[in-house]
């Protein structure tokens, strides 16, 4: 039977390079089992080394530094010539060599077996080692990848898992980080087994007047016999719902040659299927049996969705016959106190405040995610744009693609695969039709099932005016993908009126949380400031191209350039800036201002949002805007119980009240809907700092030595208001079953670590990370500050189930 071991714990690290270094093809690499020297040597002492667990991102232990490289032919980069160089772009920190070592005991009944050993992602350029034998290279930090280590094991004793991971290279222009920063597992299995994603689950729900009464199920299952005869086997394929009952069962008796591969397809019919949706994201297991002599030798799950998709040229998305608004938020995959090295449930947790939002949908950018994302987006009903880290028909990045696709095509939530994004050098010339032709016939030789898109950019302005120059490689696409570039929309629909559309990149509003006034020495920018004129970003963008997008039939969706602000690509600042400001939540997962303005449109909740906040004691009498977002029908907005008017909201726009006099006190909005009152917020000037409060994102975490408890702490007056000025630097006490993980607080300009105990508010606000330990108990945080009360909080620590 297939066991699967999860190897995250009892590793040893050390930062910096060691011999036999990347000495693969030198004199180690002259022999087999020639790396019995330095790190990879089975006697080397590692005692020293620092115990972690992974994830692991090591480049986030590193200082803030600045270089100014510049950016050779930064002319094709337009967009990068205000920041330093590839350094800066990458977060300002700096990219290093680390090696990790693990003890692993091989029980010697495994002799007989196959044995995987897995990575979900190592960045970058790794070399593994097993018991001093050089077992491969990756390249790529974005790709998951495994070997058959077999051969190589000593069954019934212990053996060392070495490996080198090189993060002084790097694949994009943000911040990347360094070291296995995604889980690494073992997996057991018997000689005849079903491959490494070797499963792939088709479905059709078939529409009988209006309703789904049955589904066509294809499935491949790729078989792998590693006995040195032939073998004679019933492969067993049963449909599971998510109560247990059994939806179909198909048995079919083969031979596998000695030594051999062999894909069987099989097809069944499921009569009233559930169907997978954004509301009831329904899923189906497949449970995939071999049996030999009425023997099971391997059992192989795979989840899945049936669920019809499809693009409509002139009316957009369609998700089971029912037309949907793709409203989806591109991410990179850094988390504040974190990096890159982030825990299962930083993405359930980033997830549910994009579903909160009234977000459907989430774009990989620019690389394939974690596949525990995936598994969150399938469980949570959330589309997927998934993708490629860069057009090219190489063999790597043909190869890189191929990885992709054949690891995530069973998950539902996947409706599109990316091949590229702003590939500025070619996305106009032949031979990036050439490449995206490759690529796309790559994808369909692996999966008809779901459309190809690439995200195209109009950096340089003429592409602004004329969007049939991207035709050489847009134009056998089966989706177009527009970043930016509201312009030229509806001439490409003209040109191209039988290919969809959907906008792959918009917006980039590019604020600061609680900033409110734009300050480039602090790295703090407010949008809506009207000294920002002549600046890259203009007010209203994020505004104007969603009222654009959802008032354009044709256009299938859009996503959000960024769903959170990440390292990197200091956008409009450069160092002392280290963070992007482009999210509609900081890196922390705090709302910005502009998250209100989407969940007014997006969400089927009542929202009212007023900004700025209320504290301007320098500018007493002095005329200040107002903002409110909002899907009232109409606002009225009050100084200390004062009106300063009613006004209609606009459907997908906002409201202003640009000469507000500032004086202390209170401002009030009411939204009225039908004549009626029915909801309202008020913004008040607030007491000085008083005390810190400590709010966990849930009272009961499990105690498995995975769970996160997510603690947002607030600086708040005698009132309980938070006080939107305060940088308070918060010291972190924790005791009982968890561990520190790490902090944050949104801020572009902080070069505070994220690894040690303590943080300055921004605005108000940090966050803490805390890890629980596999045990059953408390987790009790203690939050202090000079001059302020101390803030406690406790999370519940139970055994999973």
Not at 117 to 135: A, P, T, W
Request: charged share 25%; glycine share 10%.
């Amino acid at each position: 039977m297939r066991n699967r071991i999860n190897l995250d714990t009892g590793w040893r690290f050390y930062l910096g390079d060691l011999p036999p270094g990347n000495e693969v093809d030198g004199w180690g690499g002259a022999k087999t089992k020639a790396f019995g020297f330095g790190a990879t040597s089975i006697k080397f002492d590692d005692s020293k080394w620092k115990q972690i667990k992974i994830p692991h991102d090591f480049v986030l232990d590193g200082d803030f530094t600045r270089k100014k490289e510049g950016f050779p032919g930064e002319g094709n980069i337009p967009a990068m010539e205000t920041i330093d160089g590839r350094h800066v772009t990458g977060g300002s920190l700096e990219g290093n060599i680390g090696w990790y070592r693990l003890l692993l005991s091989i029980p010697e009944e495994y002799e007989g077996k196959r044995i995987y050993l897995h990575f979900d992602g190592v960045f970058r350029d790794s070399i593994v080692f097993v018991n001093e034998y050089d077992i491969g290279r990756h390249a790529s930090g974005y790709t998951g990848f495994y070997y058959d280590i077999t051969d190589f094991l000593d069954y019934g004793g212990i053996n060392l898992l070495v490996v080198r991971a090189d993060a002084t290279g790097r694949e994009g222009w943000w911040y990347e980080g360094g070291g296995i920063y995604r889980h690494v597992y073992m997996e057991v299995v018997d000689p005849v087994h079903a491959a490494v994603w070797g499963t792939f689950v088709t479905s059709k729900a078939i529409d009988e007047n209006g309703s789904y009464k049955k589904a066509e199920i294809t499935i491949q299952t790729e078989l792998i016999n590693k006995n040195k005869e032939d073998k004679v086997i019933r492969l067993e394929s049963s449909v599971i719902d998510e109560t247990g009952n059994l939806a179909g069962c198909l048995s079919k008796e083969l031979k596998i040659a000695f030594w051999g591969e062999q894909t069987e397809t099989q097809s069944i019919t499921i009569e009233n299927p559930i169907l997978w949706d954004i509301e009831n994201p329904h899923l189906y297991k497949l449970q995939t049996n071999i049996y030999e002599s009425g023997i099971i030798l391997d059992t192989y799950i795979t989840y899945f969705g049936i669920r019809n998709i499809c693009f409509d040229a002139n009316t957009g998305f369609y998700l089971n016959g029912r037309h949907i608004k793709i409203k989806g938020v591109c991410c990179h995959q850094d988390h504040a106190g974190l990096g890159i090295g982030v825990p299962d449930r930083i993405w359930e947790y980033r997830l549910e405040k994009i579903k909160k939002m009234g977000g459907n949908a989430y774009r990989c950018s620019h690389n394939p995610p974690a596949p525990e994302l995936l598994d969150y987006c399938d469980r949570m009903g959330i589309l997927v744009m998934d993708e490629t880290r860069k057009l090219s028909s190489s063999n790597e990045n043909i190869n890189q693609l191929r990885s992709m696709i054949k690891r995530d095509r069973n998950h539902p939530s996947i409706i599109l695969w990316s091949i590229g994004n702003e590939e500025i050098s070619v996305q106009d010339k032949t031979e990036g039709g050439r490449l995206a032709g490759t690529m796309l016939m790559e994808v369909k030789k692996m999966d008809v099932s779901r459309p190809v898109t690439m995200a195209f950019c109009g950096w340089n302005g003429a592409y602004f005016h004329d969007p049939k120059v991207f035709l050489p490689a847009s134009r056998d696409l089966d989706i177009m993908g527009f970043n930016y570039m509201p312009e030229g929309w509806d001439e490409y629909h003209s040109v191209m009126p039988d290919q969809p559309i959907i906008i792959t990149e918009a917006s980039a509003n590019s604020s600061t949380r609680g900033a409110y006034r734009t300050d480039s020495v602090r790295s703090q920018y407010f949008i809506m400031d009207e000294r920002n004129e002549g600046t890259a970003v203009k007010a209203d963008i994020a505004e104007v191209q969603w009222k654009q997008t959802a008032e354009s039939d044709y256009v299938s969706g859009i996503f959000l350039w960024t769903g959170f602000d990440y390292r990197g690509e200091p956008t409009p600042f450069t160092y002392p800036a280290v963070s992007s400001q482009f999210g509609v939540m900081d890196a922390c997962g705090f709302p910005k201002d502009n998250y209100y303005y989407y969940k007014s449109w997006w969400s089927n909740e009542t929202v009212l949002h007023l900004f700025p906040h209320w504290n301007w004691p320098d500018q007493i009498g002095e005329k200040v805007p107002v903002y409110c977002y909002s899907n009232a029908e109409e606002v009225e907005l009050f100084v200390n119980g004062i009106s300063q008017g009613r006004k209609k909201m606009e459907k997908n726009w906002y409201l202003v009240w640009p000469d507000v006099v500032w004086q202390p006190g209170e401002i009030k909005a009411a939204g009225y809907a039908g004549g009626n009152e029915i909801i309202s917020k008020a913004v008040k000037t607030t007491k000085p700092p008083f005390k810190i409060e400590v709010i966990p994102d849930r009272d009961t975490v499990y105690g498995d030595s995975k769970d996160i408890v997510i603690f947002t702490v607030k600086v708040v007056d005698e009132d309980n208001q938070l006080v939107p000025e305060s940088d308070a630097l918060i010291q972190f006490r924790i005791e009982g079953q968890g561990d520190f993980l790490g902090v944050g607080n949104g801020n572009p300009g902080s070069h505070e670590s994220d690894k040690v105990p303590m943080r300055r508010a921004f605005h108000g606000l940090c966050q803490l990370l805390v890890q629980t330990h596999e045990a059953r108990g408390k987790i009790n945080v203690t939050a202090y500050a000079d001059g302020l009360r101390s803030g406690r909080s406790m999370a519940e620590v139970i055994l999973p189930d």
